[in-house]
């Protein structure tokens, strides 16, 4: 285990209205130490309180994934796009080009709360596209985002792979890497591997051909990023 990312030691940002834990160095937050993890270069978890949101901005050549985890988002967009996305869903972006967007809580009363994660394409300058699925889950590992949307799941520009693992209390499950990177965000509950325990927000990395048991000590829900060796 090459790299462990604990939940109370991200950087934050507080602005009101949005309650934002990065992972990963990201806006006026920088740390060399924690730049990300292959491709993957962002994953931010915000809280936003009702009615507020991020206005209108702009991105670039950048696979954005949005995974709500209460509540619901509002997305609207340049190529025409305007999405409700509810607890559960996952929206992948691709801004090639470029493209304007906004996010904004969808409700006036309850906060919503989601990740934000960036992950670097291997295509620059494409056209700008969208998509967004709930995507119901099979098994323990269920795939959300890969390189050609197999399984249900959405497609993005790279040669990575987004997976929700989910076990009940007691349960295992043997992750692997072989010869890619693997890197493991807990939304919630507590795992243990070896001698690490880890809860929500705590992240961590696998190199290529390690292989680690992970065991639900309470019901936990993760996403799991299969990352290629850059």
Partial sequence: ????RKAEARGEANLGWLQSKHSFSFGDYYDADHMGVSVLR????????????FRTHGHRDMEIISYVTEGALKHKDSTGNEYIVSAGDVQRMSAGRGVMHSEFNASDTEPVKFLQIWIQPNVLGIEPSY??????????LTPLVNPQGDAGALSINQDASLSRLKLEAGEHFMLTTAERIGYLHLIKGILTTGEHQFA??????LEPGEQRDVRADAAMEALWFDLPVT
Avoid: C, R, T, W
């Fill in 42 to 53: 962002v994953i931010n978890d915000d809280l936003v309180m009702p009615g507020k949101g």
């Fill in 1 to 4: 285990m090459a790299y462990i």
């Fill in 200 to 205: 929500a927000g705590d992240g961590f990395s």
């Fill in 131 to 140: 998509e967004q699925k709930n995507i119901s889950q099979h098994g323990p």
